[in-house]
């Protein structure tokens, strides 16, 4: 859906090493409820300590994107550069800053200095779309770090360690 944040991802973030999300403790299986609004999932998350914000799961994204320009302020960042990213929405160039000062927590599952592209202007508008607000998309940190079971009779995500058998 959000293809072309990848190259994002390639070029821009080259330098950071490979992060993942881990539990604490040693918690093994963490659940959360999500929303379903037109068939997109929406769950929440804890950026820099502040939130719940709303985020769009999303397979096809790369970074984690920022789509709420004001979040830039709202969390203090310091913003390591500005950059033009190709190949997202309809294919128009879009300005966005890029940050590795986040650090993102979904219940008990957190990731330290996640590679963000913050959009100076929101190109998707989610928020108008779903009719509520959304301010990101998150996808392939997640993705790459758990194995993820979706229940979408109750609304339900589950996730696991990979080494972990899911039941």
């Known amino acids: 859906?959000?293809?072309?944040?990848?190259?994002?991802?390639?070029?821009?973030?080259?330098?950071?090493?490979?992060?993942?999300f881990?539990?604490?403790?040693?918690?093994?299986?963490?659940?959360?409820?999500?929303?379903l609004v037109k068939n997109l999932i929406i769950i929440p998350v804890t950026i820099n300590g502040k939130g719940p914000y709303n985020f769009l799961l999303d397979t096809g994204v790369g970074p984690l994107i920022i789509t709420e320009p004001s979040m830039v302020d709202?969390?203090?960042?310091?913003?390591?550069?500005?950059?033009k990213i190709y190949g997202l929405g309809k294919g128009e160039e879009v300005q966005a800053f890029l940050s590795s000062e986040i650090n993102l927590t979904i219940k008990?599952?957190?990731?330290?200095?996640?590679?963000?592209?913050?959009?100076?202007?929101?190109?998707?508008?989610?928020?108008?779309?779903?009719?509520?607000?959304?301010?990101?998309?998150?996808?392939?940190?997640?993705?790459n770090s758990f194995v993820v079971k979706v229940n979408y009779s109750v609304n339900r995500l589950a996730f696991y360690n990979p080494e972990n058998k899911v039941k």
Not at 7 to 19: G, I, N, P, R, Y
């Open 74 to 83: 709202t969390l203090g960042l310091k913003v390591l550069r500005t950059t």
């Open 1 to 20: 859906m959000f293809v072309g944040a990848l190259l994002l991802h390639l070029v821009c973030f080259a330098t950071v090493s490979a992060q993942s």
């Open 108 to 143: 008990d599952a957190s990731i330290q200095h996640i590679p963000t592209a913050i959009l100076k202007t929101d190109v998707f508008n989610l928020s108008s779309y779903l009719g509520m607000k959304i301010h990101g998309i998150i996808g392939y940190y997640f993705f």
């Open 22 to 35: 881990s539990f604490s403790g040693n918690q093994k299986k963490n659940t959360i409820n999500f929303k």
